[in-house]
């Protein structure tokens, strides 16, 4: 299957193909083996199979956005996009809609929320920090996925989160 992305605002072709009880991930025309196990609702542990076993985590929280997703890494935090495949053919393929309805952002690992930078009733645009949750030793900023105005700020400063909790509400 390829796949059209956009990873931080940057254009990504990548082919998967299952490959046994692994899968074969071409990108930018290098190819690795990873071995995928679902550790929670939102986490993945990916294991390159190909590079002397190399492991990473994954968080993964929804942006609200259709096929947008907040992917938390050991390395920092990548806003990635799907703008076609995996079903988006057709006329307008590589354009993701604008979203309807509200934006939940929700919490990619647990953690710990070190930072509320809105409160409601603030106007945020696209991309703005909404709330930092520290997970593993590192700050993740989870951001608006649009303009929006916040309406729910769920968590304080100090709150212990888990995988999944819904942190805020922008509609």
Same mark, same amino acid.
């Given at each position: 299957?390829?796949?059209?992305?956009?990873?931080? @605002?940057?254009?990504?072709?990548?082919?998967?193909?299952?490959?046994?009880?692994?899968?074969?991930?071409?990108?930018?025309?290098?190819?690795?083996?990873?071995?995928?196990?679902?550790?929670?609702?939102?986490?993945?542990?990916?294991?390159?199979?190909?590079?002397?076993?190399?492991?990473?985590?994954?968080?993964? !929280?929804?942006?609200?956005?259709?096929?947008?997703?907040?992917?938390?890494?050991?390395?920092?935090?990548?806003?990635?996009?799907?703008?076609?495949?995996?079903?988006?053919?057709?006329? @307008?393929?590589?354009?993701?809609?604008?979203?309807?309805?509200?934006?939940?952002?929700?919490?990619?690992?647990?953690?710990?929320?070190?930072?509320?930078?809105?409160?409601? @009733?603030?106007?945020?645009?696209?991309?703005?920090?909404?709330?930092?949750?520290?997970?593993?030793?590192?700050?993740?900023?989870?951001?608006? !996925?649009?303009?929006?105005?916040?309406?729910?700020?769920?968590?304080?400063?100090?709150?212990?989160?888990?995988? @999944?909790?819904?942190?805020?509400?922008?509609?």
């Amino acid at each position: 299957m390829e796949l059209h992305i956009e990873v931080n @605002g940057r254009d990504r072709v990548v082919s998967v193909e299952a490959r046994e009880g692994a899968y074969s991930v071409t990108l930018d025309g290098e190819t690795h083996v990873v071995d995928v196990a679902r550790v929670d609702a939102m986490t993945l542990s990916l294991i390159s199979l190909s590079d002397g076993h190399h492991s990473v985590q994954a968080g993964l !929280a929804e942006t609200g956005a259709p096929g947008e997703w907040s992917v938390h890494l050991p390395a920092g935090v990548a806003s990635v996009r799907l703008r076609s495949g995996a079903g988006h053919y057709g006329r @307008g393929a590589g354009r993701v809609p604008a979203a309807a309805g509200s934006q939940r952002i929700t919490a990619p690992m647990p953690g710990k929320v070190v930072k509320v930078l809105v409160k409601p @009733g603030d106007e945020v645009k696209a991309r703005q920090g909404v709330v930092v949750v520290e997970a593993m030793k590192m700050e993740n900023e989870l951001r608006a !996925a649009r303009d929006g105005r916040v309406t729910d700020v769920l968590v304080a400063e100090g709150t212990s989160v888990e995988s @999944g909790r819904l942190l805020a509400v922008i509609e």
